[in-house]
């Protein structure tokens, strides 16, 4: 009965490069969230998705961001051009939706550092 | 945006005392949550609370969802050693979409055995 999986665990890219982080959610689960949460601070949230569907980008940088959560396979979160301001812990979560829908199951997360 | 305070950022107590943290919002909450993040890890959750005056307990935390909606608390008793690491409330606002959840600044534990 796994748990939320994010991969890579730990990313180090250089300024320019892209990032791309995984998420595979909870079994049953097929709401998406993505946090990013900065050294010493709290996790701030980013975009929300659903199979095939963008619900929620509010969070999103407007540029080199970008979100998907496919049919088939994990979501992605693709980081573009990195900077060293992306430096950064991104969490994924998961909830099934409907009843129960405000609980969030966090992954382990992945760990950005851009050189 | 929307802010949660928590407070205080950082405690050091000594092994068995109790502890006590807590969130407050100038918006109304629908639900409120504690999670803890211990180092390297992603956070996990401690309690869910979904109406207001509601009182939740799990072993020795306890957690309340303030009559105005605005603030919670949660409390540990008896601290070990083990209740090291950050604690978050988070909470979501009738408005937002899904289960998205707005997170505090987190509060700090340390417990000095």
Redesign the interface.
């Known amino acids: 009965n796994a748990g939320?999986m994010?991969n890579p665990r730990h990313l180090v890219r250089r300024r320019g490069q892209e990032a791309r982080l995984r998420c595979s959610p909870m079994k049953g689960h097929s709401?998406v969230?993505w946090?990013r949460q900065l050294p010493e601070?709290?996790?701030?949230?980013m975009v929300?998705l659903q199979k095939e569907n963008i619900?929620?980008e509010s969070g999103m940088p407007k540029e080199r961001f970008s979100a998907e959560f496919p049919k088939e396979g994990p979501s992605i979160l693709r980081i573009q051009q990195v900077v060293r301001g992306d430096s950064a812990a991104y969490?994924c979560?998961s909830?099934p939706?409907g009843y129960g829908?405000?609980?969030?199951?966090?992954?382990?997360?992945s760990r950005l550092t851009v050189l | 945006g929307q802010q949660l305070n928590q407070s205080p950022q950082s405690m050091f107590i000594q092994e068995g005392e109790d502890v006590s943290m807590n969130c407050t919002s100038s918006s109304i909450f629908n639900t409120w949550l504690w999670y803890k993040q211990d180092p390297g890890e992603g956070p996990v959750l401690l309690i869910a609370l979904y109406k207001a005056g509601e009182l939740t307990s799990n072993g020795r935390l306890t957690a309340q969802f303030g009559i105005t909606r605005k603030d919670s608390f949660l409390n540990i008793s008896a601290s070990i050693p083990s209740d090291v690491g950050i604690y978050f409330c988070a909470g979501q606002i009738p408005e937002t979409s899904g289960s998205r959840l707005t997170f505090g600044e987190g509060t700090q534990l340390t417990v000095n055995p």
Not at chain 1, 41 to 45: D, N, S, T
Not at chain 1, 101 to 109: P, R, S
């Open positions: 939320v994010q709401h969230y946090y601070e709290g996790l701030k949230f929300y619900i929620d969490f979560a909830s939706g829908a405000n609980v969030l199951t966090f992954g382990a997360g």
